[in-house]
């Protein structure tokens, strides 16, 4: 499967090291483009995000429970008018890439849908893959303890997602056609949470949250944005495990973004 970027992108995957590779004009692909989107319904908001092509192998059926919800080969449409309830069956309808092949269960999100944290992970591994639930494990119960430290929970305080919604085959990186096909669906966890704070947990969050290369090193200690939304930087808990003098580091993190979340009351 390829993915079509711009020159901009491309350069950045690269410089991440990351293989980006051209189309291919194979015989044995189903198409070669894109589709042009299919028409209004009446009332339906046009969506103004560019279009991403992304070649495939197959075309995933529209899935019988979610009558408005259009399933292309590139996307799932109307994501920006979803709530809650309509989010979450989208992504577990969701065929848009080679991901959902190996799945057991999508993993939508999980904790308090007022909260002022959200927490942004990477992807799902196995644990998580079995469970349908962000963090579990080892890692999952680091993050219960940092997150308690600051008197938050995943019930009740803050709110747990991921950047992709289904399992790295192997637990392998994050591709960039996938992490362009699980954006819009944080994105919209993002509008409709409007948390006060977003804590971006490892390398992949990170890169796909601020759209940068730099390493984690260098973007700690600096508030970020996305969608408006201050975005502290940090390690990820499965890392933190691994490199256990970073844990101060990762402690100063969640001070500054304490603070930060303080001074916006």
Known sequence: MSLQLDERRRAMLE????????????????????????????????????????????IPQPHPALPSVAL???????IEGMEWEALQQAVAACQACKLCEGRRNTV??????????????????????????????????????????LGVSRRSGAYIANVLKCRPPGNRNPEPEEIAQCEPFLRRQVELLRPK?????????????????EPIGRLRGRVHRYSDVPVVVTYHPAYLLRNLPDKAKAWADLCLAQAVLRERG
Not at 72 to 78: M, N, V
């Open 72 to 78: 292309s080969r590139s996307r799932i449409s109307g």
């Open 197 to 213: 704070i977003i804590l971006a947990m490892g390398r992949f969050a990170v890169q796909a949250l601020l759209q940068t290369n």
């Open 15 to 58: 410089e991440m090291g990351v293989r980006v590779f051209a189309p291919q004009r194979d015989a044995s692909r189903v198409v070669d483009e894109a589709p042009p989107p299919p028409p209004l319904q009446a009332g339906e908001q046009a969506d103004r995000r560019p279009a991403v092509t992304v070649h495939a192998q197959r």
């Open 108 to 149: 939508f999100g999980v904790g308090d849908l007022q909260a002022d944290w959200l927490v942004v992970g990477e992807a799902p591994g196995e644990n998580e893959d079995l469970q349908g639930e962000p963090f579990v494990g080892q890692a999952g119960k680091l993050l219960d303890n940092m997150l308690g430290a």
